[in-house]
């Protein structure tokens, strides 16, 4: 693949996202490879993060659990209008850090998703 290339011509999929064809060598993978076996590179799985950006689940659970109350996790998972409601409730109903603790628990049981463009 070309490195200015914003999708993968053969699939579809934004470049580095996919595990049906080896970002290193081209080669088809067999689903659920963890290595190509043309070149040896690992596979990168598009779950890895699950859904959680450029972040780790524990990072955004503990972001959540210590600054939840004020949204600061949603502003890092880019849900800019959710962290503004956050912030909004918690300094005028004190009610941000019982959402806080809904999104905690619902993150640590994989059950949270990220909306950037939804308020709630």
Do not use: W
């Amino acid at each position: 693949m070309n490195d200015n290339q914003a999708i993968c011509l053969k699939c579809g999929v934004k470049t580095g996202d996919g595990n049906s064809f080896c970002a290193n060598c081209g080669k088809e993978v067999a689903a659920g490879a963890e290595v190509c076996l043309n070149c040896g590179v690992a596979i990168k799985t598009a779950k890895a993060n699950a859904g959680y950006g450029n972040y780790d689940k524990i990072v955004i659970a503990l972001v959540c659990f210590f600054l939840g109350g004020i949204g600061i996790h949603n502003f890092m998972l880019g849900e800019t209008k959710k962290g503004v409601v956050k912030i909004v409730l918690s300094f005028c109903f004190g009610i941000g850090s019982i959402l806080a603790l809904i999104d905690f628990i619902r993150i640590l049981m994989d059950k949270y998703e990220v909306n950037p463009d939804k308020a709630f």
